[in-house]
């Protein structure tokens, strides 16, 4: 259903040959901006796809878009690609959803949208404040992508594809300066052969900080900066004819605050100050190495994938003003690690003309080790420590059959068995608590039915299940474990795509089944409160997507995307029952109802080179805060932002002047209100972290 929002994506089809496995980096990237949709390349069902033969509702937004954009995460191009909701409070946290399904708002609840680097899962969403490194391109996928991406997809997955290297050699180079709090980057990759045909190589690194635009006024400085450093490198090759061996690994160090809230009277109350009594900086390293083997079994027309990998984050947050404010009454010293090992085989066969299946297995370990030292100054520097180790297996089989009766016309059936076991165990002041554990045994199916009335447009309608793990709350809470949730999606998309048109829509409908919402309080046993993760109820959430692409010109392009949704709770008694109190609101923390995306690039030819100006803006509706207040709900104001740049082009040199947020908008990232403070005896105020103000800088690349 989905064509990109920027056609500017040049990647190529990559076939078993050492050949043809090599020739990728040669691929032309003007066929794809000359024949829109039908030329954009695409893995959303694990196959290598053009996205007008694509029954999926997926956007690609390419790495070329992402530089000129000046994007530099997943969550900032979440704005390009209608449905993909993502809101952030801190280097280590990420709100993410598609379609208001798959709400995921605190790190201990298990992503709702799954997140995937290279084909490899990534177990938490802190990934998506984390730098792009040499990305090729982005595909977003709306709805349950559970039959081939397994749990945690009900929402939807993004898959992030880095470039790899060929026989030919590339460098790239990119730096950039913005004000007025001092943003900078730096980054550059180099690809090549080492043996051509054989093996090759790219290496990739980034260097990104910013002070941000946050002050604290009690003990001064940024309460927002942010800093990173990435490194990632891909090893290809091609010993045999019929034999593709991959191997990569990454490090990224960031190092940012989490929770950086500023208490405020009110939603329209932009405050860019806190009064924390410490800056609250945490550190994050992320590290993985990763390897895929690709090979054919001409006897049985099978190709074989075999991927493995192993991923780890170790997270240091040293001191913490848990009260946020200048009362210095709570501070924190937290620490965790976070490892995880997949494995994934699959089994790409053609049966005959009409048929073709794609089997496989899969295989995920999670361990999470986490402690916290919490001193409560205002008790005499009382000291509680807590340890807390949570392990996760996860085992799959899965299957989609393909059949094509005619040229015209595809039904694919799918099916994913999902077994999953965790555990829980920790200790409160050296004291062991008692241990819990999940098991749940989960069927995934989707059937698709796709018409090509002709090689410019198709319609498909599709129908789908996704699900979500649960997961544990702390040994004193009300209820130990919660249950995970699920969605039923039913679908119906069109695409049309010309070189001067690219059209495509959806119309959807979620029935949403025991939604894991916002965190709340609820009474702890014996006696107090305790913050708990819980199932709140069952949502039902419909709407309609569109996305345009058109050139009025050879030299003018117009892109523009759009999201209508419903998303309501439907019933909120589990909620009650739990913790005794009642919502203000049936709509979901900070899902809106409207998202939109608009964009304009125009090209003058100067002799041999090229000015272009580019401008667009994006922005959200009416939001619901997080809160709890039983009788009155607080929203957020929608907002749009406007970017802009102007790009003169050399050669293979890039210099260009850019503004981001160009009128200044005061909106916010996100926002708490102070029934949460409240219920738990702190000092109550709203707290709201705003998003960042105006930015206009330079940047120059080159690419050979």
């Known amino acids: 259903m989905r064509f990109t929002t920027t056609l500017f994506t040049s990647c190529a089809l990559v076939s078993l040959g050492a050949s043809s496995a090599f020739a990728q980096q040669a691929a032309p990237v003007a066929a794809a901006e000359a024949n829109g949709d039908q030329d954009i390349i695409v893995t959303a069902r694990k196959r290598n796809e053009t996205l007008l033969d694509v029954p999926v509702a997926v956007t690609a937004i390419s790495g070329d878009t992402l530089t000129k954009r000046n994007i530099n995460s997943v969550r900032e191009a979440a704005l390009l690609s209608p449905g993909l909701n993502i809101s952030s409070d801190g280097a280590g946290r990420a709100f993410v959803s598609i379609r208001g399904v798959g709400v995921t708002l605190v790190g201990t609840v298990q992503p709702g949208v799954g997140l995937f680097v290279d084909g490899i899962y990534r177990p938490n969403t802190a990934y998506l404040n984390n730098p792009l490194n040499d990305v090729e391109r982005i595909e977003v996928l709306r709805g349950p992508q559970g039959t081939l991406y397994g749990k945690n997809t009900l929402g939807g997955a993004i898959n992030v594809i880095t470039r790899q290297p060929g026989n030919t050699f590339e460098a790239r180079g990119m730096a950039s300066y913005a004000g007025p709090d001092n943003s900078w980057q730096v980054g550059g990759s180099v690809s090549g052969p080492i043996v051509e045909d054989k093996l090759a190589i790219r290496v990739a690194g980034s260097h990104r900080q910013q002070d941000g635009f946050i002050k604290n006024v009690t003990i001064g400085g940024k309460s927002n900066a942010f800093n990173t450093d990435s490194i990632n490198t891909t090893i290809r090759a091609t010993p045999t004819e019929d034999l593709t061996i991959t191997i990569g690994g990454y490090y990224d160090w960031v190092k940012g605050t989490n929770v950086p809230y500023a208490r405020v009277s009110g939603p329209t109350d932009y405050l860019r100050i806190n009064e924390f009594n410490s800056l609250g900086v945490a550190s994050y390293k992320y590290r993985g190495v990763n390897a895929k083997i690709e090979t054919p079994i001409e006897a049985l027309s099978t190709k074989v994938t075999l991927q493995v990998a192993y991923d780890l984050r ?140 002709n090689g410019n447009m198709m319609t498909y309608a599709s129908v789908a299940r996704g699900y979500r793990g649960g997961g544990f709350n702390a040994p004193n809470a009300p209820f130990r474990t919660y249950k995970g949730d699920s969605a039923w999606t039913y679908e119906v998309g069109t695409k049309y795509s010309t070189r001067a048109l690219s059209l495509s829509g959806a119309v959807f409908y979620n029935d949403y089944k025991d939604y894991i919402g916002l965190n709340s309080i609820a009474p702890a046993l014996p006696a107090g409160l305790v913050t708990v993760d819980l199932n709140s109820g069952d949502v039902e959430s419909y709407g309609i997507e569109l996305e345009a692409l058109l050139r009025p010109t050879s030299q003018w392009t117009i892109a523009g995307s759009m999201t209508y949704m419903h998303a309501r709770l439907t019933d909120s008694s589990p909620y009650t029952a739990v913790t005794g109190r009642t919502l203000s609101s049936d709509r979901l923390t900070f899902q809106p109802d409207l998202m939109f995306s608009l964009s304009s690039d125009y090209v003058v030819p100067i002799g041999d080179d090229s000015l272009t100006f580019s401008g667009g803006v994006q922005g959200k509706g009416k939001r619901l805060a997080g809160t709890l207040n039983q009788t009155t709900p607080t929203f957020l104001k929608g907002y749009a932002l406007v970017n802009g740049s102007i790009t003169y082009r050399t050669g293979p040199f890039e210099f260009a002047i850019f503004g981001n947020n160009l009128l200044n908008k005061d909106y916010f990232e996100s926002y708490i209100e102070k029934t949460t403070l409240q219920l738990a005896g702190l000092p109550a105020s709203d707290l709201g972290i705003i998003g960042d103000r105006r930015r206009y800088g330079i940047r120059a690349s080159f690419k050979y």
Do not use: C
């Not at 848990?322 to 699959?346: I, W, Y």
């Not at 001193?375 to 299957?399: E, K, P, S």
């Not at 050296?430 to 819990?436: F, V």
């Not at 989707?446 to 009335?453: C, D, G, P, Q, Y």
């Open 314 to 453: 170790n997270t240091t947050s040293p001191d913490s003003d848990a009260d946020f404010g200048a009362l210095n009454a709570v501070r924190d010293n937290a620490r965790d690690r976070l490892r995880t090992t997949t494995t994934e085989l699959r089994l790409d066969t053609t049966l005959t003309d009409q048929i073709s299946t794609l089997f496989g297995l899969f295989y995920s370990h999670e361990s999470t080790s986490a402690a916290l030292d919490r001193t409560i100054v205002i008790a005499g520097n009382a000291l509680v420590r807590q340890t807390d180790r949570r392990i996760g297996d996860t085992y799959a089989a899965f299957g989609t059959m393909f059949w094509k009766p005619n040229a015209d016309w595809e039904v694919a059936a799918g099916l994913r068995y999902d077994h999953e076991s965790r555990k829980a165990s920790g200790t409160v002041n050296g004291a062991a608590i008692p241990g819990a554990s999940l098991k749940s045994n989960q069927v995934q199916p989707k059937l698709t039915v796709t018409r090509h009335w």
